[in-house]
C-alpha cells in the first residue's frame, strides 16, 4: 500500500473511532440509570480526545504536540466519570476510588508533559504513534486500569437486555486493551492489528446500540 493509501486507511480508522465512540456516548447519556451515564460522560471524553487526534492525521501539522496534549485532556479526565461510573457498585469506597484515580490522571499528564515529554510522530508507513516513554506509558495503563476495567463491569451489569449485556461487556473490554495498545505501540505491525480489531470492536457496539431497544 502506497503512503496516499495508507493516509486514507488512517483517516478512515480515527473518524470512525471518534464518531463511534460518539454514538457510544450518546448511547449511555441517554439511559436513565446514574451508572449508565456515568458512564457515557467517560466515552464522551474519549470522544473528544479522539476527536483532536482526528484532526492531527487529517491536518498532519508539522508539530504534533499541542494537538496531541488538546486530546489527551479529555481522554484522561474522561477516566473520572468511569471512576464514579464504577464506584456504583461499592459507593463505600467511591471518594477513595475517584481521588486515587484523580492522582494517577494528575501524574501522567505531568509524566507525559513534564517529566518525560512525548513525541509524538508518523512512521515512514503513515501510522501515529503518541511517542510516549515507559513511565508515563505506565501510568497511563494504571488510570485505565482503575478507571475504565471496573467501569465495564459495572456498565454491563447495569444493562437489562442479556444480549446487548453480553455485547458491551466483551465488546468495552476489547476497547479497553486496544485504548492501552493506541497510546503505547511502537510497532507499525502491531498498530495496524490493532487497528483493525478495534475498528471492528466499535462497528460491532454501535451498530448494536443503535438497534437495541430503548428500554435496554
Known sequence: MGSSGTKIVVDLFFIHATLGTAVL?????????AVLKDFGWGMLGYTLGLAAWTAVVLIRPTDLKPLILVGVVPFLLGSLAYAKAA??????KASTLIWLVAVLIAATFIARTFFYPSD???????LLFFGLKPVPIALYIATLSVSFL????AAASAIKDKAMKSVMGIGLMVLYINAIILVSANDNTLLLI????LSLALLMLWVKAL???ATT
Request: hydrophobic fraction near 35%; avoid cysteine; charge should be positive.
Open 25 to 33: 456516548s450518546w448511547w449511555f447519556l441517554t439511559k436513565k440509570k
Open 87 to 92: 464506584s456504583d457498585k461499592f459507593p463505600v
Open 120 to 126: 509524538p510522530y508518523f512512521s515512514s508507513k503513515g
Open 150 to 153: 471496573p467501569a465495564i463491569r
Open 194 to 197: 490493532n487497528g483493525v480489531v
Open 211 to 213: 438497534s437495541s431497544p
